[in-house]
Structure formats: C-alpha cells, structure tokens
C-alpha cells in the first residue's frame, strides 16, 4: 500500500511537490488560482484595505475553525458553534454598553470593565462547551445530534436576554482596541487580531503536537476503541475538546461584536458550516485523526478568500451561499474519494 | 446426470499473510448431511464463504449438477439454491420476524392494479406456515430484538429454509441452542433430507456430528485432508485426522524458570449469563499461561473482562496479592496489566497516525518535559529501541502504521505495551493473520518476555502455537474453564477433549 500522500518525495523538485501537493489539495490550489485571475481583472483586488480586512475576517473565523478542528478530528463535529458566536456576542454586547447610552437593554447592570466581561463571556462559552462534551462523552448522544440541540438552546437564551434587538453603544475603550491595527504606511497596516489570531494558532499546534491532550485526540478519531484499549481516558479527552472549542467560539463572540460595532441574536449564524468548510478544505478528514493547524489556517483563508473574491466578480451576495455549499460538498467528497481509493 | 449435487474443487484463496485455503474441495451430495471439520482457522468458513459467493475464489471451479458455474454474491448463491446461516447471525433486530424472514425479497401486490407494495398479509401468513413447518411457536409479528440469542438463530434457519434451497449451509448452527431445541433443529434437517436438500454441517460438537451426519470431510491448514463415511469414524480418529501434524521447530527453546503466582483470577464471572462464568486461575512470574477452548468458548470475552473492557458482576482480581479494581483499561494499565486485543484492526492499531504515535499513546506521560509537553526525541528514542529490539521493519516512525505489514505492526503494539513495563500480559491471539516467518519472530518475542519474568496469558486457537509455547494449557469451553494441563504432557486430544466439554 501506497504511504498517504502527505509524506511528500524528499527526491521530487519544487515542481514535483508542487504537483504532490495540486493534487492532494485541489481545491486550494483552484480557488487561489481563481483569486489570482480575478486579482488581474478586477481593480482594486490588490490593495492594502483589501488585505487587511481579508486578515480580520480570517482572524476570527480561524479561533472558531480552531475550535471545531478538535470536534472534527475525533470524528465529531459542532453545529452550535456559529449560534455560540452569536450568543457570547450578544452577551458581550450587553455587559458592554457605554453606561450613559439611552438604548441601554439592562438598565440595572453597573458599566462594566471589557476585560471582566471578557471572563464572564469565556466561562458561559466553557459552560455551553461542557455541556456539549458532557452529553456527547457520557451520555454518548451522536455530536451531531447534541449540537443540533444545544444549537437551537442556545439561539432561543440569545433570543430571549436580547428580546430579539439590536445591541449597540458599546464602550469605545472595547470597539477601539479589538478594531485596533498597527502602521498606516501608505495604507498598509496590520489589524491587532493577527497577532490574536497567530497567539492562539501557535497555542492551538502546541496542544496539538506536543501535549498529551493532542496525542489522545488525534488517537481518539484515529481509533477509538484502540485508544481507551490503550489507557486513553477517551470520555475526559472529548469533554476538554468540546469545552476548549465553546471558549474559543464565545472569544470570537467578544471580538466579532466589537469589530462588528454591533450585535444581535443572528449573529454567527452559519458560521459553523464556514468553520467546517474551512477545516475540510484545509485537509481535516471527516474520516477521523487527521488535521494540522496550518492546514486549518490554510482553509479558512482560502474560504474568506472565496468570500471576497465572489463579492469582487459582483455576484449576487445570495449567491454566496450556493457557491459556499458546493465547495463544502466538493471538500468533503474529495477528503472520502482520498480513502475510498485505499480499500 | 452427476452423482453430486455440488461440488466444489482446487480452491485457493489468500489473505494478506495467510493461504486461508490451498487447492481444497468438497462433493456434496443431494438428501445427505455432510460434516465440515477442521480446527479453528482451518479454512471451513472461508470456503463455505467462498460457495455463498462472500468471498471471491483465487482459484478453483463449483459444479452444480456436474455443470459449472460462477457464484458472484450472495444473491446469485440464493437465486442458485444455495443458503447459509452465518456463525455470527446478522439479524435486524428492531423488525419483526416476517420481515426479516423476507428481506429483500418481499411479497409484492398491485395497489389499483399498478403502485407496488409490501403484501404484508402474504408475508405474514408465509411466515406463519414456515415457522409452523419448522415447529417454531412465535408470531410472525415479534420483533427479533425480543428473542434469546438461540431463537434467533432458529429464525435464521427458518429463514434459510424459505429459500427453497438446494444446498443449506449451517455455521456452527447448534452453539447457543439448548439441547431441546437442537433435537428440533434435527428434525428439521430430517425432513430437508427428505426432500432432497444438500446440506453442510459445521460444528466442532462431535456427538452431533456422529449423530447427524452422512459423510464428513476434514480440513487442517486450508487444505482438504479427506472425505469419510461417517459410520465409518470415532471421535478419536476425527480428532487424530484434524490435528494430526508434527511440531518441529516451530516454536523457540524456552528458558523461562516459572517463580512464585504473581496474578489471581478467582470466581471471575460476566454481567451476560452467557459469557464467562465462575472461573479461577492464577499465573506465575515468568509462566506462560496458554488459553485454550473453541470459537465461542469465551476466552476473549474473559480476559477482556479482566483488562476492564467488559463488565463482570463477580470475581476479584489479585496481583501480588493486593486486589486491584477494574473498571476500564486505564486502571488495568496503571496495575501494571497489559493485553494485546484479538483484532488488530478494531481495537489495536491507529490506522492513520504515525507509528511513533501508535507506540507512543500508552506511555505518552514518561516523554513529558515541565510536566506538560511531549519530549519528541524520547519518543523516537522509544521506537528506535523497539525497532532494533524486535527487527521491525518501517521506513521510518512517523511513517503511517497501516502501510506495514500484520506482523510489523503487531510488533508495533506489543511495542506500546512493553513500554510501559507490564507484570502481566494477556495476548489475544498475538500470531493471528501474521506470516509464517513473523510468526517465529513473535514467538521469540514472547519466550524472551516470560524468560525476564513477565507473566504471560496467551489466548491462542493454533493448537500447534498452544501446545508449543505454553509451560501451563487453561482449556475452557462454553464460558467455563474445564480444566488445567501440564505444557509437558499436554496433547491435542488432551485439549479438544476440554474443549468439547458442554454441559
């Protein structure tokens, strides 16, 4: 048998791996092609504002997409992520009203500071993720049909605390730093949630390569019955990485409504499936116990590059989601031919 | 006119590793039982596999009435006449027994004459007469899910006999019935014999077979031993033609000095009433413990149910005479007990990570640096003294498990467990789908483990691997242990006659 395609010829030049690597990731390597060409037809592609507001955008899709990996790679999955996003935006946005703002929603809560919110939104995050864990590992429900639940729960809480309103008048303290970027060298900058973002992509491959919890998770979707054969606690193994996952969706809850200014109970809405999208597309198997964090990164960025790409070419924005949909399925079923092949 | 019915000739068929059967052949004749025999793993399944068209032959030619033909799926061996009923029963257990009975080839009515659909009044009342006629007292309508494991089998003969077969094969079809229901089960092969039906009898009880059957046809190692009339055959020259193979040098010299009982297994019983009961053993430092029984006997279900992945309701557990608590692998792990399970595939190897992390993931915690991140080069440091220790052959550690071969990755995990420097061992069946030069290899693995003192409990249904490794044989048969012997005075007639011990 053939090794897998990702222990590429140390012998083969840069246009061998290249060739290695079109093939193992052809959608990748479409969709930047496509960008590439739209980038010379269009004006205004390549610009400094454009790269930066691809980098915020990508930001806060790679903290949920790292979140949902850890789901995904234990042959999980997590639907409730995007409605988690909303809802820690939501309360976010609440906790966070500037004091002397008339459309106040909770006119009795004291101003708060953005960091004691920050904490307040990150253990409502853990306490939704560790109850997704819960019933998943101990209960043993499938996670699509426990997240599909707790999905529901959660947008009807965020429904009923923002009585279905608009939040806004957050204090500038919170909006100015998350929006926050350094330089403006003749329009070039970088927003501060790159360096977010690459905090917590470093933490996120440490967990995965160096760290027990890594190694259990990766053995877990590899085989799970082998794992706990071998002494893995494979129950607590799925509990941390359902309740990692629900802290990582409300911390980009926080930023999404700063950098969003703004924050309602929609928000998030569908971002789990950009989360999976991203994570297939950057070569996390639905198979089980395969996924790097570069490789994550790789397919939200080239995800958000879709995203702007059709915005440019001036394609109806409905349209978004047919063409988000067709490259989720066309992922997906490429990911499976991969080990269909091998049998 | 041909004087079979069936007959089957030159089979071969190879696994990876394993000739499972090499030019091996069987004649069927029409009214008349035929026994299959052969020990485990002598290839009867997969032939029988091979008629039903479960499993493609390498080579060989099936004749029905001297003509022959090509079964290609189960579906084509039905249409042909020919039905089975499986050793392990794949039953839909939350439908009734009507539909189950009828799968797939469902009574059809026309509703106005031209929208198909279920006769469910047809098929109820086909069921009700099949299983008058095989003297079975349920309604059609019962859920399957709601009978004993051996009326389900019952329902599976039934269902066979629908078919209007030809040809029925029977897959160790008596092991989980009562004696009442096997005597009806006799009836029912009676009256098949009567109207002319084939049929192939697979069983390791040899008072049914000497019972049931016309002819019986042995097999050892894949291959066809010999076909004899069964009046013509005791026991003892059915066990003498099934085993009868000399040992020579196929197994180590061991140098292992068994010392004082190090691990106590007493009155150990299973939560299923079917599965182990009231069994007591215990084990030396540096024994070699050999497990012997039939398909069904057990043994996995027991040690398992030692190493925590099953549940027991009694029994205690003692090593070095502290009792330990069991209630999943981790403890067992931490209790310094190891087992290597019977499937690799299901249970042992990670298929798509490394083999540094296959080896690495139950002793992850001795490579940590601060106490939290993984000491990558004492990681391969652990492969490399795995690979030069027991020759295994990789390109290298992060190289994918699944593309070794069944006897390097079995080094692999027996790698993972030495790793953490267990007092006892339990292999399950270590040489299983391994070749015959890998096999020597894992043996040696095995004698030089029990010669540094560890104690080894090795399940095994090679008898030639039983005989030849153990210093003590614990025979058990039906959930039962029945018996101890001596490695040195242990023989094959010695084990089958414990192994067949039923009550």
Redo the contacts between chains.
Sequence with gaps: ????SN?SDKKAGFGGRFLALAKSNPIVVLLVAVSIVVGFTTSNFFSWGNLGNLISNTAIRFLIALGVSGCLITKGTDLSAGRQVGLAACLAGVLIQRGDYTGRLYKNIPEMNMWVVLLIVLAVGAVIGLLNGWIISRLKVPPFITTLGTQTIVYGFCLVFTDAQPIGGFQSVYTRLITGRIGNVKGFYLPYLLFVAAVFGILFW?IY????HG??M??I???E?????????TKNTLLKIYLIAGVMYAFAGYLLAAKSGGASASMGQGYELEAIAGCTIGGV?T????GTVPGVLVGVLVFELLKIVLQFLGVNPYYNYVVQGLVIVVAVALDIRKYIAKK | MSEYLLEMKNVSKAFPGVQALNHAQLQLKAGHVHALMGENGAGKSTLMKCMFGIYKMDEGQIFMDGEPVTITDPIDALSKGIAMVHQELQPIPARPIGENIYLGRYPIKKLFGFIPMVDHEKMYSDTEKLLKKVKLPFDPKQLVGTLSTSQMQLVEIAKAVSANCRVLILDEPTSSLTQREVDSLFDIIEDLKKDGVAIVYISHKMDEILRISDEVTIMRDGQYIGTWEASSLTTNTIITKMVGRELTNLFPKRENVPGEVVFEVDDFTSINPKSFRHVSFNIRKGEILGIGGLVGAQRTELMEGI?G?RSHVSGVVKLNGRELKIS???DA??HGVA?L?ESRR????????SVA?NI???S??KY?DYG???N?SKVENLVQENVHKMNIKT?SS???I??LSGGNQQKVIIG?WLANDPDVLILDEPTRGIDVGAKYEIYCIIAELAKQGKSILMITSEMAELLGMSDRIMVMCDGRCTGFIDGKEASQEKVMDLATQFE
């Design positions: 048998m053939p090794a897998l222990t440490f390569n160096k760290t027990c190694k259990y990766y053995a979707g590899g085989n019955v082998a794992a706990e054969v071998s002494g893995v606690n198997s198979t089980g116990g395969i | 190493f992945i999943r692998p981790k792990i931490d087992m399970t299901e249970s042992g190897i990670m298929g798509v990570l992390d690495s993931i139950s992850l915690k940590l939290f991140a993984i990558d390109p992060k190289t994918l699944q593309s993972r």
